[in-house]
């Protein structure tokens, strides 16, 4: 017999989900170390690293000079981890009475968008180190190949949220934006992969930063979840935000400086892909653009850099994008960047989290009116006094 669903109104059911998440965060940290200790060593035998060939400014190039042999595409080993553990996670919701085709569609979007961007990003990779292209797969093609991944998996995420899940959440008001949250879902999947991506350029950078990401995006999906408050995906989103959160954190005990192995567009590519389809599953495309703030100015450094330097015929704004580089060319060790970066990014997560609050719909009971014309029955038994 199933066994009936766990209503997270309870306090005591809300408890037991956060412990599950907590438990599979620390699971997820300590599957992806060990994984490492297995792959590493691989990708150093093979001679998978950085290469120099990577660095377009001879400047970085000499600041980065010391990690030509340091290995990448670290996202081979972190993803699979990922994908274990939030199986593991999808299996045990499962058993605690949750619908099955709700928590097994949400795994799948986001397993389907994890290896499709991991595979682009691979290719990607492959390219850049076997030196078949000095900039890896082409920009046009890279985009429409992650346009396509986003919105397959965006009608997926619709046709799975049914009607009562399509809307916009906003503070203190929900709309209803219908089958347009297709074109917005592929938007934000696509500009949360290459956001990311943009990231990735330092030691422990993205993995910092993407793991508190992730944690605050699972954190107020599952805010919202335990009041009542959110579309029937949030927690199934807020699990799979709290693994891929761990992941990081066990792939950044592997890229804290000194770098021991790059996450490279493996990983890149695929988590940032996966951030934005977690807000997607929760409706939380809002919330996204505050927690990720760290990624959404990173890239907002690189399209201004670009504009104004095609505008003004060669002139830039900073000296060099994107902009964790900038303080970089400024004197600036890495450590220093990524730490301040890394604070920034805590700074917006408590802001997110605090904003959540403001999505958070209590259940309206409205007051029970007598009927009009219709008398009040009054007990046999009482006494009326005049």
């Given at each position: 017999?199933?066994?009936?669903?766990?209503?997270?109104?309870d306090?005591?059911?809300?408890?037991?989900m956060?412990?599950?998440?907590?438990g599979?965060?620390?699971?997820?940290?300590?599957?992806?170390?060990?994984?490492?200790?297995l792959?590493?060593?691989?990708?150093?035998?093979?001679?998978?690293?950085d290469?120099e060939q990577?660095?377009?400014?001879?400047?970085?190039?000499?600041?980065?000079?010391?990690?030509?042999?340091?290995p990448?595409?670290?996202?081979?080993?972190m993803?699979?981890?990922?994908l274990?553990v939030?199986?593991?996670?999808a299996c045990?919701?499962?058993?605690?009475g949750?619908d099955?085709?709700?928590?097994?569609?949400?795994l799948g979007?986001?397993?389907f968008?994890?290896?499709g961007?991991?595979?682009?990003?691979l290719v990607?990779?492959y390219?850049?180190?076997?030196k078949?292209?000095?900039?890896?797969i082409?920009g046009?093609?890279?985009?429409a190949?992650?346009?396509?991944?986003?919105?397959m998996?965006?009608?997926?995420?619709?046709?799975l949220l049914?009607?009562?899940g399509?809307?916009?959440?906003?503070?203190?008001?929900s709309?209803?934006?219908?089958?347009?949250?297709?074109p917005?879902?592929?938007?934000?999947?696509?500009?949360?992969?290459?956001?990311?991506?943009?990231?990735?350029?330092?030691?422990?950078l993205?993995?910092?930063t993407?793991?508190?990401?992730?944690?605050?995006?699972a954190?107020?999906?599952?805010l919202?979840?335990?009041?009542?408050?959110a579309p029937?995906l949030?927690?199934?989103?807020?699990?799979?935000?709290?693994?891929?959160?761990?992941?990081l954190?066990?792939?950044?005990?592997?890229?804290?400086?000194?770098?021991?192995?790059?996450?490279g567009?493996t990983?890149?590519?695929?988590?940032?892909?996966?951030?934005g389809?977690l807000?997607v599953?929760?409706?939380l495309?809002?919330?996204?653009a505050?927690?990720?703030?760290?990624?959404?100015?990173?890239?907002?450094?690189?399209?201004?850099?670009?504009?104004?330097?095609?505008?003004?015929?060669?002139?830039?704004?900073?000296?060099?994008?994107?902009?964790?580089?900038?303080?970089q060319?400024?004197?600036?060790?890495?450590?220093?960047?990524?730490?301040?970066?890394?604070?920034?990014?805590?700074?917006?997560?408590f802001?997110?989290?605090?904003?959540?609050?403001?999505?958070?719909?209590?259940?309206?009971?409205?007051?029970?009116?007598?009927?009009?014309g219709?008398?009040?029955?009054?007990?046999?038994?009482a006494?009326?006094?005049?």
């Amino acid at each position: 017999m199933t066994p009936a669903p766990l209503a997270l109104a309870d306090p005591m059911s809300a408890l037991m989900m956060l412990a599950l998440a907590l438990g599979l965060w620390l699971t997820a940290a300590a599957v992806t170390v060990g994984a490492g200790r297995l792959v590493i060593p691989w990708l150093v035998k093979r001679k998978i690293n950085d290469g120099e060939q990577r660095k377009a400014s001879d400047y970085l190039r000499m600041l980065h000079s010391d990690k030509k042999n340091t290995p990448t595409m670290g996202g081979a080993f972190m993803v699979p981890a990922w994908l274990l553990v939030s199986t593991l996670g999808a299996c045990m919701l499962v058993l605690l009475g949750f619908d099955a085709l709700r928590v097994l569609g949400a795994l799948g979007l986001a397993a389907f968008v994890v290896l499709g961007n991991g595979a682009l990003g691979l290719v990607d990779d492959y390219c850049k180190l076997t030196k078949r292209g000095k900039d890896g797969i082409s920009g046009k093609a890279k985009l429409a190949a992650q346009t396509v991944i986003a919105a397959m998996a965006s009608s997926g995420a619709c046709w799975l949220l049914g009607d009562s899940g399509r809307v916009l959440v906003l503070p203190f008001v929900s709309v209803d934006i219908g089958w347009w949250m297709v074109p917005l879902g592929t938007f934000v999947i696509v500009g949360a992969g290459n956001a990311y991506n943009l990231t990735d350029g330092l030691d422990g950078l993205a993995g910092g930063t993407g793991s508190v990401a992730f944690y605050a995006l699972a954190g107020g999906a599952g805010l919202l979840a335990a009041l009542g408050s959110a579309p029937a995906l949030a927690l199934e989103a807020a699990l799979l935000g709290s693994v891929a959160s761990g992941a990081l954190l066990g792939f950044l005990y592997w890229n804290r400086h000194p770098a021991k192995v790059f996450m490279g567009d493996t990983g890149s590519l695929s988590l940032g892909a996966l951030l934005g389809l977690l807000a997607v599953l929760a409706r939380l495309e809002l919330l996204l653009a505050v927690v990720g703030g760290v990624f959404v100015v990173e890239a907002l450094s690189v399209m201004l850099q670009v504009g104004y330097f095609k505008l003004s015929k060669g002139r830039r704004i900073f000296r060099c994008a994107p902009l964790h580089h900038h303080f970089q060319f400024g004197g600036w060790h890495e450590t220093k960047v990524t730490r301040h970066f890394l604070a920034a990014a805590c700074a917006c997560a408590f802001v997110g989290l605090a904003l959540a609050a403001t999505f958070v719909r209590l259940p309206q009971h409205p007051p029970q009116v007598s009927k009009p014309g219709v008398e009040r029955e009054v007990p046999a038994d009482a006494v009326v006094q005049r």
